[in-house]
């Protein structure tokens, strides 16, 4: 299967911590890598890997896989992490990546 | 400093060829791969291939064979998505990324995106 199921919107109280899930078949074999997009930017990478940050990510942002589920969580949220959540991965046919849909996060 | 800066918007009419352009600089253009990636108005990101400079190999998304044709030029650092006939839902931002690695490896850098307008 090439695809990513992603909740289309997820909200979270500011301070608390909120879960953004990607699911997939390929997730049984690879890690998600996770992006971070706010309005009229490109992309930023957030999480590699098994859990890894690139440096100027703040460590409120972790990673986890299980089965074919990965999730990225924000620990502590803060206003300015409202944006859209991609999650990727290499295809399970090994040849070629894909996205998922994405997931709104608002911060109340 | 890393960077990866893409050419201006562009504006094409239905069945026209279009160009646009990734340059890389700060790093060895030849020892990583470029990704490109679209985002149609109001949507989400979608991979569309990639391609490794060193040796021009690529690898297309099946939803995108054909459609586009991904190349280098090593002597100017400069990546390209090229265009033969341009359709009205070639409207998009596009992006280039440049991974940390391998062919599948997390996108670190991106550059700024090039809008594609197609209308009649």
């Known amino acids: 299967s090439s695809e990513l199921t992603q909740d289309p919107a997820v909200s979270v109280a500011l301070g608390q911590t909120v879960g953004i899930t990607c699911q997939g078949d390929s997730l049984r074999i690879y890690y998600a890598t996770w992006y971070q997009q706010k309005p009229g930017q490109a992309p930023v990478l957030v999480i590699y890997g098994k859990n890894n940050r690139p440096s100027g990510i703040p460590d409120r942002f972790s990673g986890s896989s299980s089965g074919n589920t990965a999730s990225l969580t924000i620990t502590g949220a803060r206003a300015e992490d409202e944006a859209d959540y991609y999650c990727?991965?290499?295809?399970?046919?090994?040849?070629?990546?894909?996205f998922g849909g994405g997931t709104k996060l608002t911060v109340l | 400093e890393v960077q990866l800066v893409q050419s201006g918007a562009e504006v094409k009419k239905p069945g026209e060829s279009l160009k646009i352009s990734c340059k890389g600089s700060?790093?060895?253009?030849?020892?990583?791969?470029i990704a490109w990636v679209r985002q149609m108005p109001g949507k989400g990101l979608e991979w569309m291939g990639i391609i490794y400079p060193g040796d021009s190999d690529t690898r297309y998304s099946p939803s995108f064979q054909g459609q586009v044709t991904m190349s280098a030029d090593k002597s100017i650092s400069t990546a390209y998505l090229h265009w033969s006939s341009l359709k009205a839902s070639d409207t998009a931002m596009y992006y280039c990324a440049k991974t940390k690695g391998g062919a599948y490896d997390p996108f670190e850098y991106w550059g700024q995106g090039t809008l594609v307008t197609v209308s009649s």
């Open positions: 990727n991965s290499r295809d399970s046919s090994h040849n070629h990546g894909v």
């Open positions: 700060g790093y060895i253009f030849t020892s990583y791969w």
